[in-house]
């Protein structure tokens, strides 16, 4: 069951190009670079209410009220991604910009313009968009009526989408429902840390987990029903993915449990079963059943429901930054967010002493994306892969950002042997991200961008960095 990771390595990389439709891209997301917060008729999202409640869960006391300014300053960021000669830009949409109010009564003028503005401008200037849906910012009026642990979010989701399907899908060809369920469903309610900070384990992580399958459902499905035939684009979703291998032979079992949880959010979506991975949702059962549960923590799907969740994408976006080591937990050390299962897994998460550590949780273990692409594979089948997310992150504001490129190549590296070697239908690469930005808890003081931002100018100038011009060339030449 295992894979082996040191067979995956041996190959080195021969025709250094990428294939001829491969794309390059650079990604953002609305609440961490848009800013203008309560400009016009935006309502407040959880990030909003989140950041000026608790300013002391952020590492610097700040917010996103202003970010990068990207809702003013959407014209330089084009240019920006222009220069780097992007095939795509992937941003999200603010949700309460485009409906102040949650639900699709009402529809924002400001917010239509705003997301015109940039997806017809992306566009002049021969760049794709790739739009998310959700990227963490619910509106808080649907919070207050439980946001994501509430059934109906299924229904209000699809209505939001169709109206953005309605507004955008003559130009925008590839959505993404919800980017990085484990962030959303998993670190939010494990741990309270992050909006909308309900401290909810083993629970709300759960019920969000399954009405979260619904509402991307629903969305593809009106995709499908009301606009695929006119507009004929993709519709996927995203997942974050952190490549696991056994700390030592006697873990290859828990290790494999370990990737099966992984693929909690996929397994329903692209195994041809549908539901939640068995051995999983089996052990979830069992734990709840020994705790005098009535019922499992972690919701079952009918039989209908698992039809109407399997096959609802048409490609798989992959996130991927970092890898870890799977040992039994035993209290002593842990080295990784903490996330939907970990504790109905006894999974302890660490780090290999020979990788090396970038900043925080980034932990730099470049053949962990072909073999996360190589497992995807297995699991699924030759499913359509963008890799939709993975990047590098400094505290410092140097220009000169020699590890970042290194990150960059050797990541960059692997995809193109999954590619080339191994086969994998791997069509496109998002650096994460096109600017520094608000990143969540760590406020400003983590970096991921290819272009340096200066948040203490009041004009947000932009100055691209080396890696900037490094990605410029690779796009330039199509191979490393
Ligand atoms: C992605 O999350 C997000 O999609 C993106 O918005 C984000 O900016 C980017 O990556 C970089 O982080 O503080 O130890 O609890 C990747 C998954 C989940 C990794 C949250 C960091 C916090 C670790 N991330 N996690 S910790």
């Known amino acids: 069951m295992v894979m082996k990771i040191s067979a995956l390595t041996l190959s080195s990389c021969s025709g250094k190009k990428f294939p001829p439709d491969f794309k390059f891209g650079a990604a953002t997301a609305a609440y961490q670079v848009e800013g203008a917060w309560n400009v016009s008729d935006k309502a407040a999202s959880i990030w909003d209410t989140f950041t000026h409640n608790n300013p002391t869960m952020i590492a610097d006391g700040s917010s996103g009220d202003v970010a990068c300014d990207s809702y003013n300053l959407w014209e330089t960021d084009i240019q920006l991604a222009k220069d780097m000669g992007l095939h795509f830009y992937r941003f999200s949409i603010s949700w309460p910009r485009l409906l102040p109010n949650g639900f699709a009564n009402k529809i924002s003028e400001d917010g239509t313009r705003y997301y015109n503005n940039l997806i017809d401008g992306l566009l002049a200037n021969g760049i794709e968009p790739l739009v998310t849906l959700y990227h963490w910012d619910l509106p808080q009026n649907l919070q207050d009526l439980g946001g994501m642990t509430n059934p109906l979010l299924a229904e209000w989701f699809g209505a939001y989408s169709r109206v953005a399907f309605t507004l955008f899908g003559d130009r925008v060809k590839t959505w993404a429902t919800f980017n990085e369920p484990v962030s959303i469903c998993g670190l939010t309610y494990e741990t309270g840390y992050i909006a909308p900070g309900i401290y909810s384990p083993g629970i709300g992580s759960y019920i969000c987990a399954k009405n979260l399958m619904m509402a991307h459902a629903t969305s593809y499905r009106i995709y499908d029903k009301e606009f695929r035939a006119k507009y004929n684009g993709k519709v996927g979703i995203v997942n974050n993915h952190v490549w696991y291998a056994p700390y030592s032979s006697e873990y290859e079992d828990l290790t494999y449990l370990a990737r099966q949880l992984g693929f909690i959010y996929s397994h329903p979506i692209y195994s041809k079963t549908g539901g939640w ?204």
């Not at 991975?277 to 799907?301: C, D, H, M, Q, W």
């Open 277 to 480: 991975p068995p051995s999983v949702e089996g052990i979830i059962a069992k734990n709840s059943e020994e705790e005098g549960y009535p019922t499992s923590r972690l919701p079952k799907f009918t039989a209908e429901e698992i039809e109407f969740v399997k096959g609802t994408a048409d490609y798989y976006g992959m996130n991927l930054y970092t890898s870890r080591l799977v040992r039994e937990a035993n209290n002593s050390t842990f080295f990784l967010w903490p996330t939907n299962g970990d504790l109905d897994l006894n999974l302890d998460l660490l780090a290999d002493p020979s990788w090396e550590v970038g900043l925080d949780w980034l932990v730099i273990h470049p053949p962990g994306i072909r073999a996360q692409l190589n497992l995807i594979r297995e699991e699924f089948g030759d499913v359509e892969i963008i890799v939709t997310e993975n990047g590098f992150s400094t505290s410092s504001d140097e220009l000169d950002d020699v590890t970042r490129i290194q990150y960059l190549r050797d990541y960059l590296e692997q995809v193109l042997l999954a590619i080339t070697e191994d086969g994998v239908n791997v069509t496109g690469y998002t650096a994460w991200s096109l600017l520094d930005n608000f990143e969540w808890n760590s406020g400003y003081t983590s970096k991921f961008g290819l272009v340096r931002v200066n948040f203490t100018d009041p004009f947000r100038s932009r100055t691209p960095r080396a890696s900037a011009e490094y990605y410029a060339d690779v796009i330039r030449h199509h191979s490393l």
